[in-house]
């Protein structure tokens, strides 16, 4: 009995021997919301917000970008708002490139309701992902803004809402993910075909794919089924094109929830982005956007809730044709060997006049034309001053 009392005397002189001012130091603000701004979807889901740039009046398009580890500007915007950046010996890195750039110190970007201070812009060309989305890019926003604040995306209303960092109840009937965040996200996972393996995948909501494996992590895990067939194609990235492989692969897990069949990109990681063997390679928009995410960098939490685009089914369409706007005109891009378009004749640089008798010259409408397995697509193409049409059917790879 005596030894329980002196423990219960202890407990209180302990409890009371600490300052009350040193107990309120410990209790962290609610966190509350400051802006909630509309965004537009991509090819993809990549998303897209509005914003300005200190007191220039013109509104900018910014990608929102899990897998930048700063905020950049595209370097045609820079010249148009007359700005002069500052060179460094400073370099980023992308899929398809590493280079030098230059910074655009201290700078504020405005929402209606919030306006974010002492930004550090690096400059970047971003020609060729205007040209893929057929919207002006002008700039990627990342690490250096979502570190400051919890960041809420609902894709049902396609809104995204800024709230101060601060303890936040979770709503129910989700999941709780604890990547890895420095600067860029790594996120545990598992992905099975023949075999299954889990490894750590970046989280990078500004990919427009599913899962983007690197060559190398494909031959060490040996999980691939080696008959499985591969499709060339080309992809997009910083520094500009380059050459992919696409199939599918059995399933994807991601905390508690699984996708099947889903479409996977191989490519090889000269520039070692994904810091093999850290990392496998990316898991992008196209899984992330099925679920509303709570982005919380501080606490190290993203928080997953399937949302109506969970069941959507996946792209499994193979053209081989890539359609870019370029100068107010769609062209045709690269044509994959072997593909429908290919075979079909459509060429490099043909200019698409028209997509199944749509002459709208809305480059997402001409892509989502193509995206229909086992489906016959007209084009209207001019090549060399002459119009030609052309028709192929869409071949799937599931």
């Not at 603000?29 to 889901?45: A, D, N």
């Not at 009937?173 to 996120?187: E, F, H, M, R, S």
């Not at 494909?218 to 691939?224: E, G, V, Y």
């Not at 990681?269 to 956007?289: C, K, S």
Request: charged share 20%.
């Amino acid at each position: 009995m005596k030894k329980f009392l002196l423990s219960i005397g202890c407990l209180i002189f302990l409890c009371n021997a600490v300052p009350l001012a040193a107990q309120e130091e410990f209790i962290e603000p609610p966190s509350r919301q400051l802006t909630i701004l509309p965004f537009t979807q991509l090819t993809g889901g990549i998303v897209i917000i509005q914003a300005k740039l200190g007191n220039f009046p013109d509104t900018l398009n910014f990608i929102l970008d899990t897998g930048s580890s700063g905020i950049s500007l595209d370097s045609t915007t820079v010249e148009y708002l007359k700005l002069v950046p500052t060179p460094t010996e400073r370099t980023i890195r992308g899929i398809a490139g590493i280079r030098k750039v230059s910074f655009l110190f201290n700078q504020q970007l405005k929402f209606p309701g919030l306006t974010i201070d002492s930004l550090d812009f690096h400059i970047n060309d971003y020609a060729i992902l205007t040209a893929v989305y057929g919207e002006r890019i002008d700039g990627i926003i990342g690490y250096s803004v979502f570190k400051r604040y919890i960041l809420k995306f609902d894709y049902d209303s396609s809104k995204v809402s800024f709230w101060t960092n601060g303890t936040l109840r979770y709503p129910r009937g989700g999941y709780l993910l604890k990547p890895t965040i420095n600067l860029l996200v790594a996120q545990q996972l598992r992905v099975r075909d023949v075999e299954a393996v889990s490894s750590r995948f970046l989280y990078d909501m500004g990919a427009g794919v599913c899962m983007l494996l690197t060559r190398d992590f494909i031959s060490d895990s040996d999980f691939l089924d080696k008959k499985r067939k591969r499709y060339v194609k080309e992809g997009e990235g910083l520094g500009g094109k380059i050459d992919m492989e696409l199939t599918v692969i059995r399933e994807v897990k991601l905390g508690p929830y699984k996708f099947r069949n889903v479409p996977v990109y191989i490519f090889d990681d000269e520039n070692n982005v994904t810091n093999y063997p850290y990392m496998g390679g990316l898991i992008g928009n196209d899984i992330l956007r099925r679920f509303n995410v709570i982005l919380n960098y501080t606490k190290g939490d993203i928080y997953l809730m399937p949302n109506t685009h969970f069941l959507e089914p996946f792209d499994y369409s193979y053209s081989g044709v890539e359609l870019y706007l370029i100068n107010g005109e769609i062209l045709i891009g690269d044509v994959a060997r072997g593909s429908p378009g290919e075979a079909a004749g459509i060429k490099e640089g043909d200019q698409v006049i028209a997509v199944n008798k749509n002459f709208s010259q809305n480059l997402n409408q001409y892509k989502v034309a193509l995206q229909t397995p086992h489906e016959k697509v007209q084009l209207v193409i001019r090549r060399n001053g002459e119009l030609k049409q052309i028709e192929f059917k869409v071949r799937s790879i599931f």
